[in-house]
C-alpha cells in the first residue's frame, strides 16, 4: 500500500458537480450497494425500533425455533425470540465494537506514531523495536492476552482489538511522520521561526493523519470479525445480547434442526465488513488521486 | 438383593430401582415397610424401541474400545475430591466401593463380604475380600480403606462433596488385615448409601500417599486409569486382575471392553453428530430435541431416566443483598414461568421441578409443593411493591432508597451444559419483566470460587444427582457451608431445619423420616430459598453394537458389563 | 559468489534482533501476568471450596509469589532460557508439555491450510494474470475471504457437508477426513490475499521486456507464465509470509474452537477463560519464536530467490 506524500498530499479531493457525478455512481453498483447496505446497518445501530417491530429479549417459549414467516421475518430462536429483531439489535454492538476499538487504536498508534518519527533516533528505535514486539504475534492471541488479563466483556475487547491494530498504525504513521517532518514545507515553517509545537499541531499532524484516517477505516472491517470473533469465543459481548458473534455461538446447538439460526448473524458480519472493505477501497483511491477499477 | 431388577431381552440396558437410601432395615416388616414407602416414587424408565426389539439373546463378546462422549471437563478424577457427578461415573469404572446399592434401601457385598452395626449406629464392622488387587498391585486390605476415608475427611485434601457423604465420621481402625471398624460420632442413617457411592470408592493407599501433584487415581475396577490429556478426554483399559465385581453383576471375571474413552464433546450439536455418524458409540446428554429423532433412526436407541436428588435449581443467597427479604425471593419465584420455559427448552424431556427433591428420590413430599410460589406475575409485582422498591427507573428495572433491583448470579462458562446458559437467559427475561435485573457476569473457575467463599453472588445454580434424601442435609443444614464443602450457599442458619434433618438421619423409623424430610421441603419451599427449575433426565444414545449397559442406584451407566457386538 | 562476511553478520544482526523480540515478548508476558486482578495463588488452588490459607501459603511459596517482582522477573527468564515455561495451573502439568501434546494437531492442520491456500491462490494467480475482465474477480474473491469471519465459514462447511450430507466427519481429531473442512476455512483468506498478490507480481513480470524476449523465443504463454514469471510472483508471497503465518495462527484458534479439534488453539481459548496465565503465556512466547524464526528464514530466501537483494543491506 502505498502512502501519498508532499504536496499531493495537501490538494484536496475536489468535490465533482452535476451530471457526472451521477452517472459515475451509475456505473459502479457495487461501491453504490455498499454504501446503502452500510446505511441500512448504521440505521439499525442508531434507530433499530425503525427497522424491527419486536423487541429483541422478548421470549416468548412456546414459539421455539419457528420457521421463517409472517410473525417472525427470519424464524425465532430457542427461547422464541425474533431473529430478525436480533439482528437488528445486534448491529449496534458489533458496529460499535468495531468502531470503538479502530478509533482507539488511531489515536494510541497516531500518539506511538508521531513520538517515534519527531522524538529523536532512541525514541525511534525504542518504540520501533516495541511495535515489532507487539507484532511479532497474531493479533488474536494479543487479543487474547489482554483479555486474559483483564477478564471477558465488551470493553475489555474493545481495549484488547486496539492493542492489537495499535502498533500496524503507529508504523504508518511513523514513515508518513518522517516523511512529513523532512518535507518542505515543514523545513520552510520552520525557518520562518514557528515554534516546534504550533509546526506539529498546523502542518505535520493534519498531512500525517490523513493516510491514517484511511488506514482506520479499512480496519474498522478487520475489528469488527474480530470482535465478532471473541464474543463467538465466549469472552466478548455477553448474552442476551445479540451481538452476531454471540449469535452465531448460540446456533451452534441447533445445528441439526434449526441452521437458519446460523446463517443470518454470519452473513450480516460479512455483508458488512464487505461494505466497508468497498467503501474504504474507493476512499482510498480517492485519497491516491486515481480511480480503483 | 433388588426385588425389582428389570432384565430387558436381548442386552438392552437392564435397570435397577434407585429410589432409596434409608439405611439397611432390620427387620422384616420394616423392610417391606420401605419397599411400600419406595413404590410410589418409582422412576419411569423410557427406552425406545430398538432396546426391547433386540430379541435374539447374543451372548457378550470380549474385546473392543468403546467411546463414549461426556459433556463437560473434569476439574480432578480423585474421587475423594470431587464434586461432578460425571466424575463420578467415570471414576465407577476405576473404583469399587465397600457395599453396592441394590434397591431402595437394601445393599448387597462388594468390597465388603459381610458387616454389622452396633445397636447405637455408631460403629460399622466391615470384613472384607480378600485376593483383591489394587491396579498397581498394592493388596486391598484394611488400610486401604481407613486410607481412603481419612483422606476425605483431611481437610488438606479439600474434598467438595464426599467429606460431606462421611457425615459424622470420626475415624476407622484396622483390626486385621481384612477388618475395619468405621467410628461415627452419631448415628447416621444414609452411611450405607454413601458408601456405596463412587466418590466413596476405595483408593489405594500408596498412591494416596504420594503428593497430591503427582496424583494418579488408582482403585480395585475393572478399567484401569491410562491418561487424561489435556484434562479433558480420559482412557480407561481392561484390568486384566479384575476379581471383585459387586454381587449383582450380570457376570463374573474381568471387563468384557477391553478400553474405555471418554471424549469431551461439549458442543451439543456436535456430540450428537459424533454419535449418528459413529465416530462415538455412545453420549451423554442427548440434546432435547433430538431425543425423539435418535429413537426413530434404526441402528441406535436410547436410554433415559430422571435423575434422583437435588433437582437444578436456583439457590437464593439470603444472608446480604435483595434476596435477604423473603419477600423479593418469593417475587423473583413467581415472576418467572418455570413450566414454559422448560418446555420451550427442552421438548418434554425433562420434568418441571416444583420441589428442591426430584419425584425419584425416596421421601420426595408430593404436598410440599404447595408451598412453592408458582407463576403469577401480578402477585410478583405486588411483593416487590409490598417490600418496598415502588419506582422503577429508565431502564426498567425498580428502584429503593436510590439502588437498582439488581442480582448477581455468576456464569461459569466452564460448566456449563443441558443449555443451561439460555435457561438462564428465559429467566433473565421474565425477572426484568417485573423490574428485577439479573446480571451474569462470566467468570473462571477460581473467582467463582471465591465469590462463593466471600458470599459475593446472589444466586447460584446446580443441581446434585443422589439417591437418597440426604441431599437435603447437603444443601440446607447450617453446618454444611460453602466453605466446609457443603451446599449450603443459601445460607440457611435455622435450628428447626438442623433438628429435622438431624432427626431424620439418626432414625432407622422410615416414617419419622419421611416426616422429617417432608417439613424440611415444605419449609425451603415456603420461604423461597431455591427455586426448582427442572429434574433432569440423564438421556443416554447408544448405537445399536452397544449391549449390556446397566445402571446404578444413581442412574448413571456402569460398563463392566458392557460388550460391543461388531 | 556470495561473500561469507556480509552474509554472517547480516545473519547475526537479525538473530540478535530476534533474540530482542523475543525477550520483549516475555517481558510483556510477565508484566501481563503481574497485572492481572486477584491473586494468582487462589487461581491455582482452583474450583476447591475449602482452602485453608495454609494451603494458600503453601502455593505462594511453592510458585515463589511472596518473592519481590524482579526476582520473580529473572527467575521467570532463566527458566525460559532453559526452555521452561512454567507450570499450568488449571491442568497441573507443566506448559511445555500441555504444549507439546497439542504441537501436532495444530501443525497438521496449519501447514495443509498453508498449502491449500498457496496452491489456491497460485492457480487463480496463474489463471487470472493479463486478463483484465478478471481482475474484477480476483479481487472481489479476495475481499470476500477476507471479509468473511472464519467461524461461521466453518459453521456453514459443517452443517452442509458434516451434518447434512455426512461427507465429512463431525468431531475431528482422526486422520486426513477431520482434516479437509477445517483446512478449508483456515485456507480460504490466506488463498484470496495470497492470490491478488501474487497475480500482481505476476503482471508486472509480464510486462517486463524478458516477457517479450521469451515470447519472441516461441515460448507458448504456458511456458512464460509458469516458467519465468512465477519466480516474480512468489517474492510478494514471500514478503506477506509473516503476515499468512499469523492469520493462520490466529485463524487456528477459531477454526478448532469450530471443529472441536484438538490443538494450541482450543489450549489457549481454555486458558483464557480459566485464567491460566502460564498457558496463555507459554503459546504466546512459542508464537513469536516461531514468527521471528519464520522472519529470518524469509529473508534469507529473499536473498536466494531474488538475486538483486543480495548486495543490500538489511
Known amino acids: 500500500m502505498t502512502v501519498a506524500s508532499g504536496p499531493a498530499a495537501l490538494a484536496p479531493v475536489g468535490l465533482r458537480e452535476g451530471r457526472g457525478r451521477v452517472a459515475r455512481y451509475a456505473s459502479r453498483p457495487g461501491l453504490v450497494l455498499a454504501g446503502a447496505f452500510l446505511a441500512l446497518v448504521c440505521v439499525a445501530a442508531a434507530w433499530p425500533g425503525l427497522l424491527a417491530s419486536q423487541a429483541p429479549n422478548a421470549i416468548n417459549p412456546a414459539y421455539a425455533l419457528q420457521n421463517p414467516g409472517a410473525a417472525h421475518l427470519l ?159 465466549g469472552l466478548g459481548v455477553q448474552p442476551p445480547a445479540s451481538e452476531w458473534g454471540a449469535m452465531l455461538a448460540q446456533s451452534r446447538d441447533y445445528l441439526q434442526n434449526d441452521w437458519a439460526l446460523a446463517v443470518f448473524p454470519g452473513l450480516a458480519i460479512t455483508l458488512t465488513v464487505i461494505s466497508i472493505g468497498v467503501l474504504g477501497r474507493e476512499l482510498q483511491a480517492r485519497f491516491e488521486g486515481r480511480t480503483a477499477s | 438383593m433388588s426385588a425389582r ?143 481412603t476415608l481419612d483422606h476425605i475427611a483431611n481437610p488438606a485434601s479439600k474434598s467438595a462433596y464426599a467429606i460431606s457423604l462421611l457425615g459424622p465420621y470420626v475415624g476407622a481402625t484396622v483390626v486385621n488385615a481384612l477388618t475395619v471398624q468405621i467410628h461415627l460420632s452419631s448415628a447416621f442413617s444414609p452411611f450405607l448409601q454413601a458408601l456405596s457411592t463412587p466418590f466413596l470408592g476405595i483408593q489405594s493407599p500408596v498412591e494416596l500417599a504420594k503428593p497430591a501433584a503427582d496424583y494418579t487415581p488408582v482403585g480395585t475396577g475393572p478399567f484401569t486409569f491410562v491418561s487424561w490429556p489435556q484434562h479433558q478426554d480420559v482412557n480407561l483399559v481392561r484390568n486384566p486382575g479384575y476379581t471383585s465385581p459387586p454381587s449383582n453383576a450380570a457376570h463374573r471375571g474381568i471387563a468384557y471392553l477391553s478400553a ?33 429423532t435418535l429413537e426413530q433412526t434404526p441402528g441406535f436407541y436410547t436410554q433415559s431416566d430422571f435423575l434422583p436428588g437435588l433437582n437444578y435449581m436456583l439457590f437464593f443467597n439470603t444472608t446480604s443483598g435483595p434476596l435477604a427479604d423473603v419477600l423479593v425471593r418469593q417475587a423473583l419465584s413467581a415472576s418467572v414461568d418455570v413450566p414454559a420455559l422448560v418446555q420451550g427448552l427442552y421438548f418434554g424431556q425433562f420434568k418441571v421441578a416444583e420441589g428442591p427433591l426430584s419425584p425419584d428420590t425416596a421421601d420426595w413430599s408430593d404436598s410440599a409443593s404447595a408451598a412453592l410460589t408458582s407463576y403469577d406475575p401480578a402477585k410478583a409485582v405486588k411483593l416487590l411493591e409490598e417490600a418496598g422498591w415502588t419506582t422503577i427507573d429508565a431502564a426498567g428495572y425498580r428502584v429503593k432508597d436510590g439502588q437498582q433491583l439488581n442480582l448477581v448470579w455468576p456464569y461459569p462458562a466452564a460448566l456449563n451444559r443441558q443449555q443451561r446458559d439460555v435457561l438462564a437467559q428465559g429467566i433473565q427475561a421474565y425477572a426484568k419483566k417485573v423490574g428485577i435485573n439479573i446480571e451474569r457476569p462470566t467468570v473462571d473457575l477460581g473467582t467463582l470460587v471465591s465469590d462463593f467463599l466471600a458470599g459475593k453472588f446472589d444466586i447460584a445454580d446446580a443441581a446434585f444427582a443422589r ?100 | 559468489m556470495i561473500a561469507r562476511h556480509p552474509l554472517a553478520s547480516w545473519l547475526l544482526r537479525r538473530l540478535l534482533l530476534g533474540i530482542v523480540v523475543l525477550w520483549g515478548a516475555a517481558t510483556l508476558a510477565f508484566i501481563a501476568l503481574h497485572l492481572l486482578p486477584g491473586d494468582p495463588a487462589r487461581l491455582i488452588a482452583g474450583a476447591e471450596s475449602e482452602t485453608s490459607p495454609a494451603v494458600i501459603a503453601h502455593i505462594r511459596a511453592e510458585y515463589g509469589f511472596s518473592r519481590p517482582v524482579l526476582v520473580q522477573y529473572g527467575i521467570f527468564l532463566a527458566g525460559l532460557a532453559r526452555g521452561r515455561l512454567g507450570t499450568s495451573y488449571q491442568l497441573g502439568q507443566p506448559v511445555s508439555a500441555a504444549i507439546g501434546g497439542q504441537l501436532w494437531s495444530t501443525a497438521s492442520l496449519a501447514l495443509g491450510a498453508a498449502v491449500i491456500g498457496l496452491v489456491l491462490a497460485f492457480a487463480l494467480a496463474v489463471t487470472t494474470a493479463g486478463r483484465p475482465r478478471l481482475r474484477a474477480v480476483t479481487s472481489t474473491f479476495e475481499l470476500v475471504c477476507i471479509s468473511t469471519p472464519s467461524f461461521w465459514v466453518g459453521i456453514m462447511l459443517l452443517t452442509a457437508f458434516s451434518f447434512r450430507l455426512h461427507l465429512f466427519p463431525v468431531i475431528g481429531n482422526s486422520g486426513i477426513s477431520s482434516l479437509v473442512l477445517p ?38 504463454e504456458h511456458r512464460l507464465r509458469l516458467r519465468h514469471a512465477v519466480r516474480h510472483s512468489l517474492l510478494p508471497v514471500l514478503t506477506l509470509s509473516g503476515w499468512s503465518l499469523s492469520q493462520l495462527l490466529g485463524g487456528v484458534v477459531v477454526v478448532e474452537t469450530v471443529f472441536a479439534r484438538q490443538g494450541i488453539g482450543e489450549l489457549v481459548v481454555n486458558a483464557v477463560s480459566g485464567r491460566d496465565f502460564p498457558v496463555v503465556t507459554g503459546v504466546v512466547l512459542l508464537t513469536t519464536l516461531v514468527l521471528v524464526v519464520i522472519n529470518i528464514v524469509v529473508d534469507l530466501l529473499y536473498r536466494v530467490v531474488d538475486p538483486r537483494l543480495r548486495a543490500v543491506r538489511p
Open chain 1, 75 to 233: 424464524g425465532t430462536d430457542q427461547l422464541g425470540r425474533d431473529s430478525f429483531a436480533r439482528l437488528v439489535y445486534g448491529a449496534r454492538y458489533s458496529l460499535s465494537l468495531g468502531l470503538a476499538s479502530t478509533a482507539l487504536a488511531g489515536l494510541a498508534g497516531a500518539g506511538w506514531g508521531l513520538i517515534a518519527a519527531l522524538g529523536g533516533k532512541v525514541a525511534d528505535e525504542v518504540s520501533m523495536r516495541l511495535a515489532d514486539i507487539f507484532m511479532s504475534f497474531p493479533s488474536i492471541l494479543l487479543a487474547l492476552l489482554v483479555v486474559a488479563v483483564l477478564g471477558p466483556g465488551p470493553r475489555n475487547v474493545t481495549v484488547a482489538i486496539a492493542v492489537s491494530l495499535a502498533p500496524g498504525f503507529a508504523r504508518v504513521v511513523r514513515v508518513q511522520g518522517l516523511v512529513v517532518k523532512n518535507s518542505e514545507y515543514v523545513t520552510a515553517a520552520t525557518a520562518l521561526g514557528l515554534r516546534r509545537r504550533t509546526v506539529i499541531a498546523r502542518h505535520i499532524a493534519p498531512n500525517v493523519l490523513s493516510p491514517l484516517a484511511v488506514l482506520v477505516t479499512m480496519n474498522v472491517g478487520a475489528s469488527i470479525i474480530a470482535g465478532a470473533s471473541l464474543s463467538f469465543l
Open chain 2, 260 to 292: 474405555l474413552h471418554f471424549d469431551e464433546v461439549s458442543e451439543d450439536a456436535t456430540r450428537y453428530g459424533a454419535l449418528t455418524s459413529g465416530q462415538v458409540q455412545g453420549i451423554e446428554d442427548v440434546p432435547p430435541i433430538d431425543v425423539k
Open chain 2, 5 to 147: 431388577k428389570q432384565a430387558v431381552a436381548g442386552g438392552g440396558p437392564v435397570r435397577q430401582d434407585h429410589a432409596g437410601g434409608r439405611a439397611r432395615p432390620t427387620r422384616p416388616i420394616l423392610a417391606a415397610a420401605a419397599l411400600l414407602l419406595a413404590v410410589g416414587p418409582v422412576a419411569a424408565c423410557t427406552g425406545s424401541a430398538a432396546a426391547t426389539a433386540a430379541g435374539k439373546s447374543s451372548s457378550p463378546v470380549s474385546g473392543g474400545t468403546f467411546t463414549y462422549a461426556i459433556d463437560s471437563a473434569q476439574l480432578t478424577l480423585d474421587p475423594g475430591v470431587s464434586v461432578s457427578a460425571v466424575t463420578g461415573f467415570i471414576d465407577r469404572n476405576i473404583f469399587d466401593s465397600l457395599v453396592v446399592q441394590t434397591g431402595p434401601g437394601s445393599f448387597g457385598p462388594w468390597l465388603a463380604n459381610r458387616w454389622t452395626v452396633s445397636p447405637d449406629g455408631k460403629t460399622y464392622t466391615f470384613y472384607l475380600r480378600s485376593g483383591v488387587k489394587f491396579q498397581d498391585g498394592t493388596p486391598f486390605t484394611a488400610a486401604a480403606v481407613k486410607a
Open chain 2, 467 to 566: 439417591p437418597s434424601p440426604d441431599g437435603l442435609r447437603f444443601a440446607f443444614d447450617s453446618t454444611q457451608t460453602y466453605a466446609k464443602g457443603g451446599a449450603n450457599v443459601v445460607g440457611l442458619d435455622s435450628a428447626q431445619v438442623d433438628g429435622w434433618l438431624n432427626a431424620a438421619t439418626a432414625t432407622s423409623s422410615p416414617a419419622v423420616a419421611a416426616t422429617a424430610y417432608a417439613n424440611v421441603q415444605k419449609y425451603v419451599l415456603a420461604n423461597a430459598y431455591v427455586l426448582p427449575l427442572y429434574t433432569p433426565s440423564l438421556i443416554s444414545g447408544y448405537t445399536s453394537a452397544v449391549h449390556g449397559i446397566s445402571y446404578d442406584a444413581q442412574a448413571y451407566p456402569q460398563f463392566y458389563d458392557a460388550w460391543l457386538s461388531s
Open chain 3, 183 to 220: 483446512w478449508i476455512t483456515l485456507a480460504l483468506p490466506i488463498a484470496g490475499v495470497l492470490g491478488l498478490v501474487m497475480r500482481e507480481g505476476m503482471e508486472r513480470a509480464l510486462d517486463q521486456p524478458f516477457a517479450l524476449t521469451v515470447r519472441a523465443r516461441g515460448a507458448t
